[in-house]
T-cell receptor
Framework: GALVYQYPRRTICKSGTSMRMECQAVGFQATSVAWYRQSPQKTFELIALSTVNSAIKYEQNFTQEKFPISHPNLSFSSMTVLNAYLEDRGLYLC????????????FGEGSRLIVV | GEQVEQRPPHLSVREGDSAVITCTYTDPNSYYFFWYKQEPGASLQLLMKVFSSTEINEGQGFTVLLNKKDKRLSLNLTAAHPGDSAAYFCAVRRYGGSGNKLIFGTGTLLSVKP
């Protein structure tokens, strides 16, 4: 079946430092990867949508300069939170789409960012 | 853009009672609908996906109703049990458009008391 692995599961970083998270799709081809953030007590906000061989599209309030994303092939994507501050804390999820079932996102287990 | 409102934000029921969570959306081109469950500290678990053409969908212990006319999606848990305690999120996606842009509802924290 389709699985998405995401790591690290949890990171504690000092304010002003950066954190990189990775997303691995297993058992399917992840043609599109969406990165979401869930801030404390909030819902899931879309950060950006990445499609292989296309430009990465960032949502309003999120920029490539702050959240650079790499999606080099059909099984892997990574995102970095640069210069993390308190407002960046939360659960970051990657969701990948199977090209054979283009309407369902399979989510990883999330990378929780704690900023101290 | 699409907005998805979810109600109630908090819901507390007794074991065996039913629980209803409702989402309303604004985009008439919304075509795919999803319900996710998030247990404490965990990621999202897909409960059900619904396509625009199907109004009633049944899962294990719950029913999902889609009212396209009113742009309303509901999750009905029948005979809730403590293991159903979690946050629930609806999500909506357009037909076609930009890839897999899911818009999430604001979430409902369900507590089922023994």
């Amino acid at each position: 079946g389709a699985l998405v692995y995401q790591y690290p599961r949890r990171t504690i970083c000092k304010s002003g430092t950066s954190m990189r998270m990775e997303c691995q799709a297993v058992g399917f081809q992840a043609t599109s990867v969406a990165w979401y953030r869930q801030s404390p007590q909030k819902t899931f906000e879309l950060i950006a949508l990445s499609t292989v061989n296309s430009a990465i599209k960032y949502e309003q309030n999120f920029t490539q300069e702050k959240f650079p994303i790499s999606h080099p092939n059909l099984s892997f994507s990574s995102m970095t939170v640069l210069n993390a501050y308190l407002e960046d804390r939360g659960l970051y999820l990657c969701g990948a789409t199977d090209s054979n079932s283009g309407n369902t996102l399979y989510f990883g287990e999330g990378s929780r960012l704690i900023v101290v | 853009g699409e907005q998805v409102e979810q109600r109630p934000p908090h819901l507390s029921v007794r074991e065996g009672d039913s629980a209803v969570i409702t989402c309303t959306y604004t985009d008439p081109n919304s075509y795919y609908f999803f319900w996710y469950k998030q247990e404490p500290g965990a990621s999202l678990q897909l409960l059900m996906k619904v396509f625009s053409s199907t109004e009633i969908n049944e899962g294990q212990g719950f029913t999902v109703l889609l009212n396209k006319k009113d742009k309303r999606l509901s999750l009905n848990l029948t005979a809730a049990h403590p293991g159903d305690s979690a946050a629930y999120f609806c999500a909506v996606r357009r037909y076609g458009g930009s890839g897999n842009k899911l818009i999430f509802g604001t979430g409902t924290l369900l507590s089922v008391k023994p």
